[in-house]
């Protein structure tokens, strides 16, 4: 790998994201490009930025993260982009790949687990936490 993971997090909670930048830009592996707050912008910094890695919260307004996530790849199709959110219902993880997602974690999954799904994603994997394959295994 060269160089540091670059990351855009979108999310339109401004603790998760100044927190999560925080985290991820303690570790060297990592370097967070830009902090967003909704889909509208992530659109915009996605194809002006070329991020490795885009973290996508789902809920937001005016532009939620699964519309942000068609849109973003519709222009950037290399984008890897990994949903986020505080709901672990599968379904919004199957929607998320089904969209061309490539990984999705929910706001629980601990911080290992997301340097986890963003380092296998980042590699060419596909990840969902362990918390929604527990939910879809039963």
Same mark, same amino acid.
């Given at each position: &790998?060269?160089?540091?993971?670059?990351?855009?997090?979108?999310?339109?909670? #401004?603790?998760?994201?100044?927190?999560?930048?925080?985290?991820?830009?303690?570790?060297?592996?990592?370097?967070?490009?830009? @902090?967003?707050?909704?889909?509208?912008?992530?659109?915009?910094?996605?194809?002006?930025?070329?991020?490795?890695?885009?973290? &996508? #919260?789902?809920? &937001? +307004?005016? @532009?939620?993260?699964?519309? $942000?996530?068609?849109?973003?790849?519709?222009?950037?199709?290399?984008?890897?982009?990994?949903?986020?959110?505080?709901?672990?219902?599968?379904?919004?993880? $199957?929607? &998320?790949?089904?969209?061309? $997602?490539?990984?999705?974690? +929910?706001?629980?999954? +601990?911080?290992?687990?997301?340097?986890?799904?963003?380092?296998?994603?980042?590699?060419?994997?596909?990840?969902?936490?362990?918390?929604?394959?527990?939910?879809?295994?039963?």
């Amino acid at each position: &790998m060269s160089g540091p993971i670059r990351i855009i997090l979108v999310d339109d909670h #401004d603790l998760v994201r100044e927190s999560w930048k925080q985290l991820l830009n303690n570790d060297p592996k990592f370097k967070v490009i830009a @902090v967003l707050k909704n889909g509208t912008e992530a659109i915009e910094q996605s194809i002006n930025l070329l991020p490795d890695i885009i973290l &996508m #919260d789902i809920n &937001m +307004t005016p @532009v939620n993260g699964f519309e $942000a996530t068609e849109k973003i790849l519709s222009s950037v199709p290399s984008a890897k982009i990994i949903g986020i959110s505080v709901n672990n219902n599968p379904r919004y993880s $199957a929607k &998320m790949l089904s969209l061309g $997602a490539k990984g999705f974690v +929910t706001k629980t999954s +601990t911080l290992n687990e997301l340097k986890k799904a963003i380092l296998r994603v980042h590699g060419g994997e596909t990840y969902v936490c362990e918390e929604i394959r527990k939910k879809d295994r039963q």
